[in-house]
C-alpha cells in the first residue's frame, strides 16, 4: 500500500534538515537530538535497502514558489508561498509498505518538535471485487 | 517478443536455476546468471529459433556466465571456491526436479511476504525486475532493492535449496501458497495499465499454482488454492464495463464467465474437499464454485454460502471473512440479522476507517429501506476508500439514493 508522507514545517532560515533550523527541536539536549537523528538516518537506510522508500525530495523556501491561479478564463501567476500559514510543505516521502500498522510507524519516527508530519494514503487504480 | 518461447524460457527458468544451485551454491550468483541467461535466450531464440533442449541451453549460458562472475569475484577475495568447480565445460548435471525447492527457498521465513514474492515471481517466475517493477507500479530501482536484499537475507540466514525438513515441509508449501495468492490478487484487483504490462501476474499464479499443485497433487489446500484462483479468473472479463469501472458481482453479466475455468474450478474443489483437511482456500473456492454455478444473483445458494462463511470464520477468523458472511445471512435471512452481525465491527477503532466495512453497511442498509442512513454510509465508505474505481462506484451510489 502507497502512502506519502508530508513534512509540515517552518525552519527558520529555510534549510534541510528542517530539524536544525527549528527552535524547539533546537532545544532538546544534545544527547537526544543525536539519539533522534541516528534513529532517523537508520530507518531510512533501511527503507531504501528493502524498497519501502519509493521516493522523497527536500523542497525550497516557499517564496519560490509560483502559484497559478484561474483569472479571467486564463492562468495567472503569481509568487509564492502558497498561504501566510505557520507551517508550509517541506518535503514529502511515497512510501510502498505492507499495510498502514507499518506506515504509522514511520509516520512516527520522522516526527518531530516543531513540525507536523501528515500520512496520506494515496489512491490507487485498482479495486476489490464485491 | 514471441509468447511461445518466452514461456518455454521462463518455464525452464527455475529448473535452471535449481541446477545451479545445487551444483555451485551461491544462490545469489546464479540467480542473476540465470537473469542473465534468460536476457541471452531473449536477443538469440527469436531470431535462431528455439534450441533442441532449451533448458540444457540455458544451463550452458547461466554456467558460463556464473563462472565468469565468481572467477572475477575470486580475483578480489579469498580462493574459497575450488578450481575445479569453474569449469564451464562441466555444466550441471539435471538431477530429478530442482524447482519446487527453489520455490520453498524463495518463501523461506527469513523473508518479508513482499520480498518472497519479488523473490518467486524472479527466480521461480522467470520475470525480469523491471516486469516485476511494472506490475507492482513501483520503481525499477525499488523493485531491484527489494530482490537483491532478500537475496543477502537469504544468504545471512543460510538457507540452502533443499535444507526443508519433513516437519518444516507443510509451513513452508503454506508460505508458498500465500505468496502465490498475493500474486493472483496483486493482478486480480489491477483494473488500470492492464494493456501495458506485456506480464499478467494472474496468469503467472495460476501457473505457478499449477506446478505447485503437480508436484503435491494430494495437498488438498494447494488444490484449494488454484481451484480458488480458477474460479476467481473465470469472472475477469464481467468485473469491469467498458468504460474501466467495477461491476459488482450482483450486477456481473455472467455470459461472460468463462465456463471451462469455472467447470475445472468445481472439478478440482470437488475432489480435494473430501481428501484431506479442510482449509481457508478449499472453503474460499467452495464458495466461489457456488457463485460460479448460480445462472443468476438471484438464483444464488445463499443458506450454502452462508454455512461456508460461517465454516470460514471458524478456520480463519477475521473481519473480512465477518463482513462477506454478513452478506450472505442478509441474502438468506434479511437484512437486520446481518446488520446485527457488523455492529460489533463498527466499535473497533482499527475497523472503523476500513472503507469495505461501510460500504457493505450502506448496502444492508439500503435492502433493508433505511435509505438516509443507507446514503450517509455510502458517503463514509467512498470517503475512506483509497481505491480510485471503488470510490467512483461507492459516490455513484450515494448520489442515486439522494435522488
Sequence with gaps: MKYVILIHSNPQPWGH????????????????????????????????????????????????????????????????????????????FLIDVAGPERAQEIAHAFSGPGETVELRPAMWPGGEEH | MDRELEDVWRR???????????????????????????LSAAVHWPSEGLPANPRGWLIRAASRRLVDALRSDRARSDRETAASLLDPEQAPVLGGDDSLQVLLLCCHPSLT???????????????????????????????GQRISRAKARLAAAGARLGDVT?????????????ALYLIFNEGYAATGGADLLDVSLTTEAIRLARELHRRLPSDSETAGLLALMLLTEARRAARTDARGDLVPLADQ???????????????????????????????????????????????TDWPQIAELYRMLEAAAPGPVVTMNRAVAVAMSEGPDAALAMLDPLLREPALVRVHRLHAIRAHLLEQAGRFAEARNAFGEAARLATSTPEQRYLLRKAAAIAE
Aim: charged share 25%.
Design chain 1, 17 to 92: 534538515p528542517t530539524g536544525e533550523y527549528i527552535a524547539e527541536n533546537q532545544a532538546l539536549p544534545a544527547e537526544q537530538r543525536e539519539r533522534l537523528n541516528a534513529e532517523f538516518e537508520r530507518l531510512l537506510t533501511e527503507m531504501s535497502e528493502n524498497g519501502e522508500l519509493v521516493h522523497g525530495e527536500a523542497l525550497a523556501d516557499p517564496s519560490t514558489s509560483t502559484l497559478y491561479r484561474w483569472s479571467g478564463g486564463e492562468p495567472l501567476a503569481t509568487d509564492g508561498p502558497y498561504s501566510e500559514s505557520k507551517e508550509h510543505l517541506a518535503g514529502f
Design chain 2, 12 to 38: 525452464e527458468s527455475p529448473h535452471v536455476l535449481g541446477a545451479l544451485v545445487r551444483r555451485y551454491g551461491h544462490f545469489d550468483a546464479c540467480e542473476d546468471a540465470v537473469q542473465e541467461a534468460l
Design chain 2, 113 to 143: 511476504p513482499a520480498s518472497q514474492v519479488a523473490l518467486t515471481l524472479r527466480a521461480v517466475g522467470g520475470l525480469t525486475t523491471e516486469q516485476i517493477a511494472a506490475a507492482f507500479l513501483v520503481p525499477v530501482a525499488t523493485t
Design chain 2, 166 to 178: 519433513r516437519a518444516d515441509l507443510p509451513s513452508r508449501v503454506e508460505s508458498a501458497r500465500q
Design chain 2, 253 to 299: 453479466d455472467r455470459s461472460r464467465w468463462d465456463r471451462s475455468l469455472i467447470a475445472e474450478g468445481v472439478r478440482l474443489v470437488e475432489a480435494a474437499l473430501p481428501s484431506g483437511p479442510v482449509g481457508p482456500f478449499q472453503l474460499q473456492a467452495a464458495i466461489a464454485a457456488v457463485h460460479g454455478e448460480a445462472a443468476a444473483y438471484a438464483d
